[in-house]
């Protein structure tokens, strides 16, 4: 017995098996700053905890509709009605498993085999697996020095067999946050070659700098009519755990979507969907506090980083940032940096290349001062072993 071939060929997530690898430093006793994952490192939010725990007292922890209960797909709806500026009702809203569930099941219902769909570089680890497994072909696309959207590169990818494109603001890895000027110019390229935009938002509430948030649904209705928007639970309220996400399309394909994961998956997690009820309703003033001090932390680690001598983009959201190794990477790249920063000092970090962006590696700062702090010492004393080049006094930023 033995997988076949279109799981063998399935690598482990690297963001996952990096956590996975750090934690378990940590247990044999080793000294590990981990900041390879991306999750929050709060507590999710008092009204949180409390939904969850009451729904569990109550004793009827059932199956749900498959694709979420009405009241909570009425609260998306609202709530995207209000921060899109665009109505939506709850029949276009299906809430999943995690976003992830909502990322792989919009893929695996808009994809027809052979379809090529263009992915924003860097683009999250995730991505091109999914669309792989879809039966589509991932096309990559190489973004500006800025780590912004490169339209001209875009619209030379398009080809014949292309079906649809992926967006991401803010981006993980890098946290660019797209601006309206972007999205607008993303619509019309999806417009005029008829392509579906997949628009994962799942850190939009974690943009800094004051900056409004730019989503393709908020363009008009060609951009709206053609977009399904992913979102969730996981970073906004700090419950990773909880695993609960949605989508948000047109009611064909919302409804398309439930069908998939009705005979897949059953109904999503029912604790998970009352407790992000809870969070939708009495939006927590948790979640600003987070959301400044990831902003502090960022302003911050960016300052430090930098006075390294590392290059790294100052990002607008999300919490990492993609900071370009090149100048002390040998052969093995980006791989071996990683591998060689968390053997030599303990710091774990997710290499560029699982975000098809050789050279860079992402750290992430959902982790407290204090570890950031350590973690820059480490990689001070890291970087002064392994020797700076000539290239280190060219590429810093000052
Ligand atoms: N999209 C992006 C860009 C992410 O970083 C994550 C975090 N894992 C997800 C989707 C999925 O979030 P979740 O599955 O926890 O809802
Ligand atoms: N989004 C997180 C990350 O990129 C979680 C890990 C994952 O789901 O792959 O680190």
Redesign the pocket.
Known sequence: MRPNQRVSSIPLSQTLALDARAKSMLAEGRDVINLSV?EPDFDSPAAVREAAKAVIDAGGVRYTPAAGTPSLRGAVAEHLTRSRATPFSPGQVTICH????A?SGALLTLTEPGDEVLLLLPA?VSYFEMVRFAGGSPVAVEPRADLGPDLDALLEAVTPRTRGIML?SPC?PSGYVFTQREVAGLCELAREHDLWILS?E??SRLVYDGAPYASPVSHGDDARARTVL?D????AFAM?GY?I?YLAASEEVASAVARLHSQLAGSPNAVGQHAFQAALVSEPDEVEVMAREFEARRTRLVGDLRALGLETPMPGGAFYVFSDVRPWADERGSDGFCEDLLEAEGVAAVPGSAFGMEGRVRFSYAASTDSLQAAVERLDRFLARRGRTGQFQESSPG
């Not at 995690?98 to 569930?101: F, I, R, T, V």
């Not at 969730?232 to 970073?235: E, I, P, R």
Request: aromatic share 10%.
């Open positions: 991306g995690s976003a992830k569930h990322l999250w991401n993980n994962d799942i850190y992913v969730g639970a996981s970073k990773t695993r996400g």
